[in-house]
C-alpha cells in the first residue's frame, strides 16, 4: 500500500554565465555531480534520523524497544551484554533466513567503542576481534549512516540493531535539474538559476 507521505528536498545555486563562458570545465556536469553525492548523502541521514515530520522517518524516530539501561548502568561504557541485549531484542521469527539484513546502526564513535571492550582488565585484546575495519559485530554488519547535521551527543548515545527488510523507501521523483534564466534579477546580474529537487517516502513497516 502506497501510504506514505512524500517529502521534497531541494538545492539551488546562481550560477553566472560570464563565469560559465570562461571556465574550462564542464561546470553543470560538476555541480550536478556534487549535488547527487549530497542527495545520496541526505538519503543516508534520512534512514537513520529522519524525524517523519517534515522529512522521512528514520530508524531511530520508528518507535524502536528501548531495552533500557546499558548492563553496567546509566553512562557506563558499553559491554558484551548490551550487544547481546539488542541481538535478541528482534525476536528470532524475524533472525532466522534473514541474518543479512539484520545490522546495527551507530555512530563511528559508538563502533570505536564497542570495538575497544577488551578480553579483561590485564588483557588488552578486543572480545569483538581485532579486525575493526570489518564493521562486523556478533556476525553482522554494523552500519555507519552519513548524518552531519545530527548532533553528535546524539548520534555517539545510540545504537539500534534492526532488520533493513522491513525498511520501506519511496521515490516519487529522483534528482531533477532545471534551470531557470527568467526575471529581473538574474537578468540583470547575467545569472542563470540552477534548482534541483527530489521528492522520497520512507519510513519502517514493523518496528
Not at 550487544?83 to 564513535?109: H, P
Request: overall charge negative; charged content about 20%; glycine content about 12%.
Amino acid at each position: 500500500a502506497f501510504d506514505n507521505t512524500i517529502y521534497t528536498a531541494v538545492g539551488a545555486m546562481e550560477l553566472g554565465y560570464d563565469f560559465e563562458d570562461d571556465t574550462p570545465n564542464n561546470i553543470g556536469a560538476l555541480v550536478t555531480a556534487a549535488y547527487g553525492e549530497k542527495a545520496l548523502e541526505w538519503l543516508d541521514e534520512q534512514l537513520a534520523w529522519g524525524d517523519g515530520t517534515n522529512e522521512p522517518q528514520g530508524i531511530f524516530n520508528a518507535g524502536m524497544t528501548a531495552l533500557g539501561s546499558p548492563a553496567g548502568g546509566a553512562g557506563a561504557a558499553p559491554q558484551v551484554d548490551d550487544y547481546e541485549a539488542l541481538l535478541f531484542g528482534i525476536g528470532k521469527a524475524y533472525r532466522k533466513n534473514q541474518s543479512a539484513r539484520c545490522v546495527f546502526v551507530g555512530s563511528d564513535t559508538t563502533y570505536k567503542r564497542a570495538r575497544g571492550i577488551q578480553v579483561g582488565a590485564s588483557d588488552e585484546r578486543r572480545v569483538f576481534g581485532m579486525d575493526e575495519e570489518s564493521y562486523m559485530i556478533l556476525g553482522h554488519s554494523f552500519r555507519v549512516p552519513t548524518c552531519p547535521t545530527i548532533g553528535t551527543t546524539a548520534m555517539n548515545q545510540n545504537v539500534a540493531f534492526v532488520n533493513m527488510s522491513y525498511y520501506r523507501l519511496y521515490r516519487r521523483l529522483g534528482l531533477t535539474m532545471r534551470i531557470e534564466t527568467g526575471g529581473k534579477e538574474l537578468a540583470l546580474k547575467n545569472l542563470m538559476l540552477m534548482v534541483l529537487r527530489m521528492r522520497w517516502g520512507g519510513k519502517m513497516e514493523l518496528t
